[in-house]
């Protein structure tokens, strides 16, 4: 008996929403194409005053809006 191996579109190891406006980024959301993997932790999101810090994307709306780099 081989063990079935899920293998699922996406990454289930990221949030996949933008850390900004709560926003999904997954395939087929619309935000997809052009979100930015965002590279800081959950704890410096938070402290960074992410409303979303868990989300590991920031959506190309919000990278327009922000200015923190
Ligand atoms: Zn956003």
């Given at each position: 008996m081989a063990k079935k191996t899920t293998i699922t579109f996406g990454t289930p190891w990221l949030n996949e929403f933008c850390c900004v406006c709560g926003r999904s980024v997954r395939?087929?959301?619309?935000?997809?194409?052009?979100r930015i993997p965002d590279g800081n932790s959950i704890i410096v999101r938070a402290e960074m005053g992410r409303p979303y810090p868990e989300g590991d994307f920031v959506c190309a709306e919000c990278d327009g809006v922000t200015s923190d780099d």
């Open positions: 395939p087929g959301s619309g935000l997809f194409a052009n």
